[in-house]
């Protein structure tokens, strides 16, 4: 049974800056790519950051670009998500996903969310 | 950036069949996977490749994609099939990943 825990979300004011983390167990957690999606209030889904199993390969959104660091530990099963220079609109539910293996995976396991409200 | 284009809502009585369809320029050369969110709830993978669907996923579910247009199919609705629908592709040419905008099925 995969199970994905997300954490770290809270109110933050504009221009701060917010640290996520995601636990992830199951399948070997180094072979798996892991995702950030993110889904504002009565949105869609939007998808965030993602990082190969190794932190090989890693890409961004152009929506949080220069602003968002993602990196992960494969010795603690560990994802995070480094949030700086912090907007009204990444105010969000910031889900963890983990990735199928193959070529442009699907994510087949996300946990339920941790939300991040920017607020002053 | 590549665009996946979705209808904001789709309607269908119980036991009939539903069709979402997900538009892009050329998607049927890529590979799309589809994802259902019911309220207040995570989304789930239910369509992964096209047409593979996950072991615990009703094989009322299936998926295809040629064209300019994608398609999850969703046989012998049932009111617990009443959710949001997203599909999903990777665009190798900006490298992001790219969801369409969602459908809102409702079980008439």
């Known amino acids: 049974e995969v199970e994905v825990v997300e954490s770290g979300g809270g109110l933050v004011k504009p221009g701060g800056s917010l640290r996520l983390s995601c636990a992830a167990s199951?399948?070997?957690?180094?072979?798996?790519?892991m995702h950030w999606v993110r889904q504002a209030p009565g949105k869609g889904l939007e998808w965030v950051s993602s990082?190969?199993?190794?932190?090989?390969?890693?890409y961004y959104a152009d929506s949080v670009k220069g602003r968002f660091t993602i990196s992960r530990d494969n010795a603690k099963n560990s994802l995070y998500l480094q949030m700086n220079s912090l907007r009204a609109e990444d105010t969000a539910l910031y889900y963890c996903?983990?990735?199928?293996?193959?070529?442009?995976?699907?994510?087949?396991?996300w946990g339920q969310g941790t939300l991040v409200t920017v607020s002053s | 950036s590549y665009v996946l284009t979705q209808p904001p809502s789709v309607s269908v009585a119980p036991g009939q069949t539903a069709r979402i369809p997900c538009g892009g320029n050329n998607v049927g050369s890529r590979s799309v996977h589809w994802y259902q969110q019911q309220p207040g709830r995570a989304p789930i993978l239910v369509i992964y490749?096209?047409?593979g669907r996950p072991s615990d996923i009703p094989e009322r579910f299936s998926g295809s994609n040629s064209g300019n247009t994608a398609t999850l199919t969703i046989s012998r609705v049932e009111a617990g099939d009443e959710a949001d629908y997203y599909c999903?592709?990777?665009?190798?040419?900006?490298?992001?990943?790219?969801f369409g905008g969602g459908t809102k099925l409702t079980v008439l």
């Open positions: 490749y096209d047409d």
């Open positions: 990082i190969s199993g190794g932190s090989t390969y890693i």
């Open positions: 996903a983990r990735g199928n293996l193959g070529e442009s995976p699907s994510f087949d396991h």
């Open positions: 999903q592709v990777w665009d190798s040419s900006s490298e992001q990943w790219v």
């Open positions: 199951g399948r070997t957690f180094s072979s798996s790519s």
